[in-house]
């Protein structure tokens, strides 16, 4: 069974300030996706990363994936108050499996 | 962006109620999926379809059963809710472009069973 484990699941961070987010993965996969939620909304695509070492950049996140290492993860870069929200990973397997999610918190 | 409808939205019923969550696509997509969230909690897939009469359960068990008569309409059915199965159920069709696997969600239907 493939396994998902993100860390950490809660982060209040100041703006201005980096921070990353990790996504592990128990089993091979070389496709890993993460997305945004907000409070009562669906979830919103952000990166796709297809192969190991895959880097994708948007504004102020930037994702990777190893492969090797079974692990992405979301870079964030000047946090802003904006960036508040839940930040899903989702591995592939026959479907998508989904971390427990990290509800950050950007604080002035 | 992507074109996946849920309705309703919102749901407030009364348990032993029999309820059909609707999804629609207009992307042509033949992958669909429905996933359950309790708020601020993970995903879990509960059924999955990969074109017309295909369906699948996923991993999380589920009391509710799906059809896929057409490749854009992939409706969730309780046959008789309880207060267990309130919680959020998402919808999701996959992009079809060479092997990205990309799902892109509907908004969700909030289902409160009293």
């Known amino acids: 069974e493939l396994k998902v484990e993100q860390n950490p699941l809660f982060l209040s961070m100041q703006e201005g300030k980096n921070y990353t987010i990790y996504c592990n993965y128990s089993t091979t996969s070389d496709r890993l996706y993460w997305y945004r939620q907000d409070p009562g909304k669906s979830l919103e695509s952000l990166f796709v990363l297809l192969s190991n070492g895959a880097v994708k950049q948007e504004g102020r996140l930037m994702a990777s994936l190893d492969t090797k290492a079974r692990l992405s993860t979301l870079h964030i870069t000047a946090a802003v108050h904006d960036l508040s929200a839940t930040y899903f990973c989702?591995?592939?397997?026959?479907?998508?499996?989904f971390g427990k999610g990290t509800s950050l918190l950007v604080t002035p | 962006e992507a074109d996946i409808y849920q309705t309703p939205r919102y749901l407030v019923i009364g348990t032993g109620k029999k309820i059909t969550l609707e999804c629609s696509q207009t992307m042509g997509h033949d992958k669909m999926y429905w996933y359950q969230q309790d708020p601020g909690m993970e995903l879990h897939l509960i059924h999955y379809s990969y074109g017309v009469n295909s369906t699948e359960k996923g991993d999380l068990s589920s009391e509710s059963t799906v059809s896929r008569i057409r490749t854009e309409h992939f409706p969730l059915t309780l046959e008789s809710a309880r207060p267990s199965h309130t919680s959020q159920y998402l919808c999701?069709?996959?992009?079809?472009?060479?092997?990205?696997?990309?799902?892109?969600f509907g908004e969700g239907s909030r289902l409160t069973v009293l």
């Open positions: 989702a591995v592939a397997g026959y479907a998508l499996n």
């Open positions: 999701a069709s996959e992009l079809d472009t060479p092997n990205t696997g990309e799902l892109f």
